[in-house]
Structure formats: C-alpha cells, structure tokens
C-alpha cells in the first residue's frame, strides 16, 4: 500500500469548508501564460544573495557581517546535499522529471553551477574585500603564517605539538594504502611528499579535525580589542614535518568535498521506523560527491589525482581563494565584542502573560483563560509563554494530559525536560515526535528513547508523511470538568531557535480548537477518522483545497464590487495550483501582498497576470519564519496562522495546520504587520516579473528606510499591561 493510500485510510486533514462554489485547478488554463514561474532553484539562489548583501553591507556591525558569511555558507552546503543532490538522483536513475518551470534537471544543474561559481566567487571576495578589512579595522585579525615574528611561530609551534599534532591522523595513497574516503563538508589537505633517498614522490591526505576550533589564538595574552587568528589549517600546514619526518614535503593544498547527504527511506510495517531511520544515517557519510571545492593554488598533478579518485566532473570543481568554507567564521560570533554586533534585546513577556500584580507568581492557565492570547517571537519571550506554559501544566496537579508535536528542539530542551517531568508526574503525555526533520534526525531519536524511558507515549506520525505542524494540547480538570488549553505556533518548540526566529503563537481555551486538536492528535497516534474540523485547516488532504476556496472567494468578491484583498506571509512559495490561483485572483482585481523570505515562484506585476501582486522579502537579524494566511472576505476578515508554506511537500507529503484567528484585536495586529512590512518606507528587497530582487534602503531623498525588526522592538517594549487582569 502506498503512502497516499496510507494517509487517506487515516483521515488526516479533512477540514470544515462551508463554500461551494467551483475551485479552477487547470495547469493548462489559457487565460494563464506559459512560462508564468520562477525556477525554484534559482529563486533559492536569488534568496542566498539576499543573505550574502547583508554580509557586504558596511552599515551592518563587522561580526554580523562575518555571521551572514558564515550563513551564506552552510546554506549553500544544505541546497548541495538536498537540491542539487536530489537533481542529480533523477538523472542516475533515469527519472528525469521535469522542474517546476518545465526543465530538465541537467538543464537546472547546468544554470546552477553558473549561477553558484559566480556566488562562491562574490562571497570569497565579500570577505577578503569587505568583511575581513572591517574587523582588522575593529581590531580582530585573522592572520597568516608568515606575518607572525619568530615568537609568535614558536608559540604556536607548542600549540601545535601539545594540543593538536595528537589529534592529526595522516593516510598515505600507495599501491598498499587505497584513497581514503572523504567525509562531507570536512576540511582536508592534501599533500605531495618525496622520499629524497628514492627520489619517488607520495601522495598523503590529511583531515583538519572538526572536534578542533576552526581558528587557534596567537598569543592569549592579547586584548578583547586587538585579537590575532590563525586558522587552525594554515597551522597545521606549516608544521607538516613533525607528520613527515625524513621527506620532503612539495606541494600542500586545502580541498573540501561536498556529498549527497539528504536521507531517502523506505516505510514499511515490517521494520521500526527508528531502525530503518538508523540504517540510512549511516549510509548518508557514504553519499556520492556533488561538489570538490580547492584552493585555487592548488597544482593541476594534484587536482587530477582528487577528481579522477572521487568521480567529479569540471563542472562540479570550485576554485576558490582560501580559506575554504567560510562557515567556520560562526565561531567569530563568541567574541566579547558586543559594538561589533546587533544591540542586545531582550524579549518582553507578553502583556497578558503577565501577573495582576508586579510581585505576584504568574499564571498561564488563568491568563489563557481569560483571552485567546497571541505572541509574538523573539520580540516576546518563548521561556514567558511557550516555555512556562508546559513546565506549570506538568507541575499542576489539574492537569490530566499533555499531547505536543516535537519537530526540531534544542539539545538541553525544557520542553522535552517539562513532558519528562509530567510523565513521571502520573500524567498522560502523548509526544509525536518527527525523526524524519532533515538533519535532526539522530537528535530527535535520541530524546525520543529518552522520553520513552521516562513514561512518555511516543508515536511517530503517519507512515509517509512528515508530522510538521506545532501543535500542543493540555487537558486540565476545573470545577469538575475538563478544559481544554491549546497552542498552536508557526515555529519549533526550541527554545534556543527561538531567539532568532520569528514566529507567532496562539495560546486559546476556545472548545472548538481543543476539540480540532483532540481529533488531530487521535488521527496522528491511532487510527480515527474525523471528517470535520471547525478552526483549522489540515494537510495534506485539505489544506492547499481550503487556501484555493478563499483565494477563488476574493476573486468573486472583487468581480461583484466587494471589498477583496489577500496578504500572505511565508518562507515559501512554489506550488503550481496556489500560484494559479493567486494569478486569477490578480485578474480579478484583487489587491495581493505577498511577504517571502526564501524561494518566490510567482512572477509580480505582470500586465494581464499578476499587475495586482507585490512581492517583497525582508531579512535581517532574525530570520522570518512565521505564515500567516489573510483574506478580506467582504469586510470580515479570515486570518490564518500556522506551520505550513506553499510548497507540495507542505501540502501533500506533511502533516500541517493552520489556526483560524478571531479576535479582533490579533486581526489588526497582523493588518498593523502587513502594512508596515510592505510599506515603502521599509528596508526591504522588491521583487519583479523577471525575477530579479532588488534592495530598498534609502528614499528618494537618501535618507535610510526604517528596520522592520528594530521598529517591531521598540514597539512591542512599549505595549502597556492591559487595565484589567483579575
């Protein structure tokens, strides 16, 4: 049985929908154009040049600007082990399906790889250029062997034979000794050796130990405002004869092998989920090359011996200035130097969240209680809200049963720690805990078994489908009844992520959500079938229909004179069906307001298409990750919040859930949100119908456009406690 089949036997996502007239979902629609989408993965491209901007703003403090290097970098590792990976599969096993845009997958990896030398290249010069004269300016220096004096090399020499010469583990490449394997994303040297009494030349690899700092102080005696670094593959390159001893060492070059580390498994009844899971993690450091990325010094003799050993073509081969992989510039980020970063802002709790009186102990449930409550990360505090919600329900002797998606959390989690403690408590715990988040997975079986061990009902979702939606239940005895109080978010249950990603959450005693998410969680852990859900909207089977009603809804209102309008804030959009949709709604006149942060396949401003759609993107100090979903509907505005974008892995292969929003004032909150965001006097990229994104930072006048982010601090810091909280 396949998974769709699967998915539908459980009844997964049937969400209440009152409308009926007829949704047009025809790809082939004449009144649409051919050609009216954006490659997705070049858009994703375009959004990691939005990043690498940032990096080359001089307006934005020297570590931030090393930071989004840093960013830069391991993004463009994910988009190789996931995308260019996944393209280069179709071709290995013949299933050479189309992109979204009608391409092939050698036709995308050929524009890729265009397009990626040309960002490897700007992003190498945005640091020997830009960035690293900004911190030598600010007095961190990241500094070479030779420019040291003869103490300073001898010190580091100490350091080299104490704490790192341990560590190295040399392999030679000889009739006796195979290539050895090269682990993803390591840092590795390779080195041409001659024996000077045979006179024969050797080949050796040596891996830069991850488990090391990426960058060694030079002297520990310096000051935090006059900083030296070397990096720790520049070291160990100058000490090569302690490895060598006897020969002659004649070329040394850093590389760096990038592998298809994306995980593909099979579900079946016969074999534990976390069993089948385990297998394919072990087979991910063994995945194919798809990107060599050198130094561009290094020799061709050498160059020939990595690419012939790995398999790569020319085309998958990045020369680029050293150092390599300037992801290890995260480590800058730990350096005292808070007038070389963004100032420091603590969240505020929520003015609801907070007591009756300034001494008082706080009380989530009364609070919750008294008002549907939304919050607003990292502006308002995840520990105030999120945080102390599941630690007073698993401390509360009220409280009968805790039920919560996990999909990503941190390490040392308080979350995982509060369902632990009610567990023990005698409570019922229900955790539906997603092992399957990419690149997580290995975390997220560990506290799985942990909370098995501790009491907690564990469950793993639906065979074939991701459980992504951010969902938590808590069942509390009041007078004699139980009530349900319920959270649903648009971001992780992970305190630390928490901090730097923008999300909303909605804290509610509203039945009807307790009595959705009730059903949902049965769906999820057993075998129920519920048909109806009244506040929510469910993928994978009805979600994309239950967005497609309202947007076709506006499109009628706009045609019958009514007041229309549709404003989406996302991660991203690709889906072919929603994307139609919003171009007819645009036909019809409606006013459309779409808010992206990463891959963007409408084209905007479109005569006869889309001439009604904006689309911006803004990034900064945090990353926006929050979706909400907004119709104008005659003057009754529907407002959605909730875990899923627009893309057919949201829609069709996750679990996902949107919250219907009804208090008024949260639906002017977001209205409040929406204009500021798109409004010109906004930081902001604009996108056009080429598909070309363009940066607005001054007005006419040249004067700088406000910080969405810095106006939403200041603003969220002067909401008043409300009047009355008894």
């Not at 954006?38 to 990691?48: G, P």
């Not at 390779?190 to 488990?211: C, G, I, M, T, Y």
């Not at 060599?292 to 050498?302: G, H, N, R, Y």
């Not at 369902?419 to 997603?434: F, H, N, P, T």
């Amino acid at each position: 049985m396949d998974g769709d089949n699967i998915t539908l036997d459980a009844g997964v996502g049937s969400d209440y929908l009152d409308d009926d007239f007829e949704i047009i979902e025809d790809p082939n629609d004449p009144a649409l154009p051919e050609g009216r989408y954006l490659d997705r993965e070049l858009s994703w491209l375009a959004f990691n040049r939005r990043v690498l901007e940032l990096a080359e703003d001089p307006s934005v403090p020297a570590l931030e600007r090393a930071n989004f290097l840093a960013i830069f970098s391991s993004n463009l590792d994910e988009f190789f082990m996931v995308r260019v990976a996944g393209l280069k599969r179709r071709i290995v096993t013949g299933l050479a399906v189309p992109t979204n845009v009608g391409r092939g997958p050698q036709e995308v990896l050929d524009d890729i790889s265009l397009v990626v030398h040309e960002l490897q290249a700007r992003h190498a010069a945005a640091y020997q250029d830009l960035v690293k004269p900004a911190l030598d300016d600010a007095g961190i220096h990241i500094v070479t062997w030779d420019s040291l004096n003869q103490a300073e090399q001898d010190r580091l020499t100490e350091v080299f034979s104490d704490e790192i010469f341990p560590v190295l583990m040399p392999l030679a490449v000889d009739p006796a000794h195979p290539f050895p394997y090269i682990s993803g994303l390591s840092l590795n040297l390779s080195v041409r050796v001659r024996n000077p009494k045979s006179d024969r030349q050797e080949f050796a690899r040596l891996k830069v130990p991850q488990v090391l700092p990426r960058f060694v102080r030079v002297s520990s005696k310096e000051r935090t405002r006059d900083l030296r670094f070397i990096s720790l593959e520049d070291l160990i390159a100058n000490h090569l004869g302690h490895l060598f001893p006897g020969m002659e060492v004649l070329e040394h070059h850093v590389f760096r092998v990038t592998r298809n580390e994306d995980v593909e498994i099979e579900e079946d009844d016969t074999e534990s989920i976390i069993q089948a899971l385990e297998k394919e993690l072990l087979k991910r450091r063994f995945g194919p090359p798809i990107r060599l990325e050198i130094t561009e010094d290094m020799d061709d003799v050498t160059l020939g011996l990595i690419v012939r050993e790995l398999d790569v073509t020319e085309q998958e081969v990045y020369r680029l200035p050293a150092p390599l992989d300037l992801g290890g510039l995260f480590e800058l980020s730990k350096i005292d130097r808070p007038d070389l970063k963004y100032p420091k802002h603590v969240p505020t709790t929520n003015v609801y969240l907070l007591p009756p009186e300034p001494n008082a102990r706080p009380d989530i449930f009364k609070a919750i209680a008294r008002q549907d409550i939304l919050v607003h990360h990292p502006y308002e505090s995840f520990a105030t809200s999120v945080q102390a919600f599941l630690e007073q329900a698993a401390a509360d002797p009220d409280v009968l049963a805790i039920k919560q998606t996990l999909y990503r959390t941190s390490g040392d989690s308080p979350i995982v720690e509060a369902l632990i403690d009610a567990a023990e408590s005698g409570k019922q715990v229900l955790a539906l805990v997603e092992i399957k988040a990419r690149f997580d997975e290995q975390a997220n079986i560990t506290w799985a078994r942990k909370l098995e061990k501790a009491g907690v009902h564990v469950v793993y979702g639906l065979v074939g489908l991701k459980t992504h939606c951010k969902l938590a239940l808590v069942v509390r005895r009041e007078k004699g009844k139980l009530k349900h109080y319920s959270h649903i978010g648009t971001g992780n249950y992970n305190p630390k992520t928490s901090r730097i990603y923008e999300d909303f959450g909605l804290f509610t005693t509203d039945d009807q959500v307790g009595k959705d998410l009730t059903r949902l969680f049965n769906e999820l852990s057993g075998y129920a079938i519920e048909k109806k859900f009244k506040r929510l909207l469910v993928a994978p089977l009805h979600l994309r229909k239950g967005l497609l009603k309202r947007i076709a809804q506006e499109a009628a209102n706009a045609q019958a004179g009514l007041p229309s309008g549709i404003k989406i804030k996302l991660n991203s959009i690709v889906d072919e069906a929603i994307i139609d949709g919003l171009y007819r709604a645009s036909q019809a006149g409606v006013p459309i307001d779409i808010w992206v942060r990463g891959i963007c396949g409408i084209k905007p401003g479109v005569p006869g298409l889309s001439e009604t759609i904006r689309v911006r993107s803004i990034l900064g100090r945090y990353l926006e990750h929050s979706r909400i979903f907004s119709f104008e509907n005659n003057g009754d505005p529907q407002v959605f919040i909730g875990s899923s974008d627009m893309m057919h892995r949201n829609l069709d292969r996750r679990i996902e859930a949107l919250v219907r929003l009804t208090a008024p004032e949260h639906l002017k909150e977001l209205a409040s949100l929406f204009e500021l965001a798109m409004s010109d006097s906004v930081t902001s990229w604009w996108l056009d119908g080429d598909g070309e994104w363009t940066r607005h930072t001054e007005n006419e006048a040249g004067d700088k456009l406000i910080d969405l982010q810095d106006r939403l601090m200041y603003l969220t810091s002067r909401r008043k406690r409300p009047g009355i909280l008894r």
